[in-house]
């Protein structure tokens, strides 16, 4: 049953972000408590820490729908970081960097490209805020972190879901900061919150799993 209530959810918030129906602002505010209610009832062991991620998502949800200008929408950003440090600190539990072989860590061959793309793409717009690119670097080191953590849960725990999780994050991240920065794109919205979605679902799923 919960399975089919998410399931409604998600459906209903990409309907009306590729529509651009207002209700969305209400399946939003749903989608990260409903996730929440999901591993409750899934889970036959809690992460403490996990639900600490989800609550401090969910926040950011809510303050992120303040209009831009509004001096409360900065709340929604720096409630996302304490989230990924909750993430980071889940993942560090049940992995380890330590943990990965000297083959597995080729994976680091993707942070510098991401960086790379991402500088070259938003580089001289973000440099221009002052205030606003020093905390992206900071949050893409935090994110960054996460994922890796993430990805030596393939090592300990053998599961690869919230690798891919933190992976889809950070392009999910990536779009909200080119959107705003680079350059907007046709249902840009749609795209933003459907890769959010996946990346949560995803790392919950994957700790599910254990």
Known sequence: MEGIVLGLVVGLQLRFDWSGNQKRRITKTLFLPTLLVFYLLRAEMLVPTLLGALFFGWIGDLFMMFPSGNRWKMVGPVAFGIGHLFYVISFIQYGGVWAIP???????????????TGYRLMGKSLKQTGHVFELACLYAGIIGVM?????????TQGTLLPFI?????????????YR??????????????????????????GFISL
Do not use: C, R
């Open 180 to 205: 705003k920065y680079g350059h907007p794109f046709e249902h840009n919205k749609f795209w933003v919150i459907a890769t959010y979605m996946i990346a949560q679902i995803l790392i919950v799923l």
């Open 165 to 177: 999780g933190a992976l889809i994050f950070i392009f999910s991240d990536t779009m909200v900061m």
């Open 147 to 155: 994922s890796l953590f993430a990805y030596s849960m393939v090592y």
């Open 102 to 116: 000297i083959t597995g860590w080729w994976v680091m061959v993707l942070y510098p490209i991401w960086i790379w």
